[in-house]
């Protein structure tokens, strides 16, 4: 029985974000009464060179296509013809197979994949690449030609869904949500690290997490791990269901989440590039270049990675999606607590610059704000022995700070801590003096920041101390500065600064 295989390809590009988008028919036709098979195929070129260089990947994904098609009946094509506007692309793949090294360098990657697929085709020995015209108007198109232009029409479907995928991503309903947080949080943050993890899981949401730091869980479990855990042994369910942890090396356990710098992570990077870059010329002809040394990149994949979790690069490349094997996350947290750069270089710095720039993704920087877009419910909220100093704290701040000169200030914190039964005096007054000294300037908020960060360290720091000594009783007294009365203690407390 005679077989026959017709492809048909076109491409579509974006020469600022080196993206390509890909379309085409593949027809098996048969000799008699049995039925023609026909499939459509599309898919996503990240990193392409030039329009070129999509419509090679398109013969070679058509025939890819023909290849399975014939392998899954038992068959080997006895004509094929293969139709693409294209005619550098003929030129090339011809310059390729000979073999010389004549052809373009950067279609090399292209061109491979079709040497790899093409030469089953040519087995029958009836083999042609034949040239139509494209854009040709409906109502003087022959046939062939009205085809091409449907499979072009797709192929820039496809490409823009792939940029809506990255910029405009569907988030609605996802279970997802990434964060960034420190391998070493401050004392004044673990406690609201653990808080977030822990509230989120519980909610049903799975977090995508990179750690920024060489974490060593041997010493110490990070707080929101432990939070996730938490949760997660409470309900019964396996903590890798709850946390996908986006790695720099990768491991058994990454799920995909390794970061390797590839397909549709360039994207952002190509945008990006192009966003930043003073060249005009280049940005004109599409050749901005992307200069960026490893640590950077690898950083920059990182927090793709936790907007949109892993990929799968084939698909990406050669298939008929996008690649992304899970919805973009609903919100991110970056809690990695670092000031902005003008230059992005760590993957909290990159997610400033991504988030600006993505839609549907709603994004909170720092702690503080993050607790405040996210309010914790009260059914999950975790016991903090500290919980009164904060509040007392931030009400003192708050309400003080724009009438009260330094001094009098510190005064009035460190009465009110006195008073809740943290000590001693000497750690104390060091503790709320140089938060006061160095960040009064920074209002309210950066004052409270650095007034939370001293003292909770100095805590964590006693809480540890195995020399403790009890004070003497705390009695019944209006708090200074605010209007919340404190109920007597009823046992002596220690020491250990918190233990209320």
């Given at each position: 029985m005679s077989v026959r295989v017709e492809i048909i390809g076109d491409g579509s590009f974006n020469k600022d974000l080196r993206l390509g988008g890909y379309a085409g028919r593949v027809y098996i036709r048969f000799d008699g009464e049995r039925k023609d098979?026909?499939?459509?195929f599309n898919g996503v070129m990240a990193e392409a060179y030039n329009p070129d260089d999509v419509e090679m990947m398109a013969i070679a994904a058509g025939a890819e296509r023909a290849n399975e098609l014939l392998g899954k009946l038992g068959e080997t094509a006895s004509k094929v013809n293969i139709y693409t506007d294209n005619k550098h692309a003929i030129a090339q793949y011809a310059l390729f197979e000979e073999g010389a090294g004549d052809h373009y360098r950067a279609y090399t990657r292209s061109l491979r994949k079709m040497h790899k697929q093409l030469p089953a085709l040519k087995a029958g020995g009836d083999f042609n690449m034949d040239y139509v015209k494209a854009h040709v108007d409906d109502a003087e198109a022959t046939p062939l030609e009205k085809l091409h232009n449907t499979v072009d029409r797709k192929a820039l479907d496809v490409r823009w869904k792939a940029q809506d995928h990255v910029f405009k991503p569907d988030t609605i309903g996802s279970p997802f949500y990434g964060v960034i947080i420190p391998a070493f949080p401050s004392a004044d943050q673990k406690h609201d690290l653990k808080q977030i993890a822990y509230a989120q899981a519980k909610q049903g949401m799975i977090a995508r997490v990179a750690i920024m730091g060489a974490m060593d869980e041997s010493k110490e479990p990070h707080p929101f791990l432990e939070g996730v855990r938490m949760a997660a042994k409470e309900d019964g369910r396996d903590v890798n269901d709850l946390l996908r942890q986006v790695s720099l090396q990768g491991d058994d356990n990454s799920r995909g989440y390794l970061s390797d710098s590839s397909t549709l992570d360039r994207v952002l990077l190509r945008h990006y590039a192009y966003k930043t870059s003073d060249d005009e010329v280049a940005k004109k002809n599409g050749r901005v270049p992307l200069n960026l040394e490893s640590t950077r990149m690898r950083h920059a994949t990182i927090a793709s990675r936790v907007v949109y979790g892993p990929q799968d690069d084939t698909k990406s490349q050669h298939g008929t999606e996008t690649g992304r094997l899970e919805p973009a996350s609903q919100y991110v947290l970056n809690l990695y607590e670092s000031s902005r750069r003008k230059t992005p270089v760590y993957a909290g710095d990159w997610m400033d610059f991504y988030m600006g720039e993505i839609n549907n993704v709603n994004y909170s920087r720092g702690v503080y704000n993050s607790l405040k877009a996210y309010?914790?419910?009260?059914?999950?909220?975790?016991?903090?022995?500290?919980?009164?100093?904060?509040?007392?704290?931030?009400?003192?701040?708050?309400?003080?700070?724009?009438?009260?000169?330094p001094g009098q200030l510190k005064q009035i914190l460190l009465s009110n801590a006195k008073q809740l039964g943290y000590g001693p005096d000497e750690d104390v007054f060091n503790a709320f003096h140089n938060a006061v000294e160095s960040h009064f300037k920074h209002g309210p908020v950066g004052l409270l920041k650095q007034c939370n960060k001293n003292i909770m360290t100095l805590i964590e720091a006693q809480r540890k101390s195995p020399e403790i000594t009890p004070p003497s009783e705390i009695q019944k007294k209006s708090v200074e500065g605010s209007g919340v009365r404190q109920e007597a203690k009823e046992e002596r407390r220690t020491l250990r600064l918190g233990t209320c």
């Amino acid at each position: 029985m005679s077989v026959r295989v017709e492809i048909i390809g076109d491409g579509s590009f974006n020469k600022d974000l080196r993206l390509g988008g890909y379309a085409g028919r593949v027809y098996i036709r048969f000799d008699g009464e049995r039925k023609d098979i026909l499939s459509k195929f599309n898919g996503v070129m990240a990193e392409a060179y030039n329009p070129d260089d999509v419509e090679m990947m398109a013969i070679a994904a058509g025939a890819e296509r023909a290849n399975e098609l014939l392998g899954k009946l038992g068959e080997t094509a006895s004509k094929v013809n293969i139709y693409t506007d294209n005619k550098h692309a003929i030129a090339q793949y011809a310059l390729f197979e000979e073999g010389a090294g004549d052809h373009y360098r950067a279609y090399t990657r292209s061109l491979r994949k079709m040497h790899k697929q093409l030469p089953a085709l040519k087995a029958g020995g009836d083999f042609n690449m034949d040239y139509v015209k494209a854009h040709v108007d409906d109502a003087e198109a022959t046939p062939l030609e009205k085809l091409h232009n449907t499979v072009d029409r797709k192929a820039l479907d496809v490409r823009w869904k792939a940029q809506d995928h990255v910029f405009k991503p569907d988030t609605i309903g996802s279970p997802f949500y990434g964060v960034i947080i420190p391998a070493f949080p401050s004392a004044d943050q673990k406690h609201d690290l653990k808080q977030i993890a822990y509230a989120q899981a519980k909610q049903g949401m799975i977090a995508r997490v990179a750690i920024m730091g060489a974490m060593d869980e041997s010493k110490e479990p990070h707080p929101f791990l432990e939070g996730v855990r938490m949760a997660a042994k409470e309900d019964g369910r396996d903590v890798n269901d709850l946390l996908r942890q986006v790695s720099l090396q990768g491991d058994d356990n990454s799920r995909g989440y390794l970061s390797d710098s590839s397909t549709l992570d360039r994207v952002l990077l190509r945008h990006y590039a192009y966003k930043t870059s003073d060249d005009e010329v280049a940005k004109k002809n599409g050749r901005v270049p992307l200069n960026l040394e490893s640590t950077r990149m690898r950083h920059a994949t990182i927090a793709s990675r936790v907007v949109y979790g892993p990929q799968d690069d084939t698909k990406s490349q050669h298939g008929t999606e996008t690649g992304r094997l899970e919805p973009a996350s609903q919100y991110v947290l970056n809690l990695y607590e670092s000031s902005r750069r003008k230059t992005p270089v760590y993957a909290g710095d990159w997610m400033d610059f991504y988030m600006g720039e993505i839609n549907n993704v709603n994004y909170s920087r720092g702690v503080y704000n993050s607790l405040k877009a996210y309010p914790t419910p009260e059914a999950f909220r975790l016991h903090d022995p500290d919980a009164k100093l904060r509040s007392l704290l931030k009400e003192t701040v708050f309400g003080y700070h724009a009438t009260l000169e330094p001094g009098q200030l510190k005064q009035i914190l460190l009465s009110n801590a006195k008073q809740l039964g943290y000590g001693p005096d000497e750690d104390v007054f060091n503790a709320f003096h140089n938060a006061v000294e160095s960040h009064f300037k920074h209002g309210p908020v950066g004052l409270l920041k650095q007034c939370n960060k001293n003292i909770m360290t100095l805590i964590e720091a006693q809480r540890k101390s195995p020399e403790i000594t009890p004070p003497s009783e705390i009695q019944k007294k209006s708090v200074e500065g605010s209007g919340v009365r404190q109920e007597a203690k009823e046992e002596r407390r220690t020491l250990r600064l918190g233990t209320c």
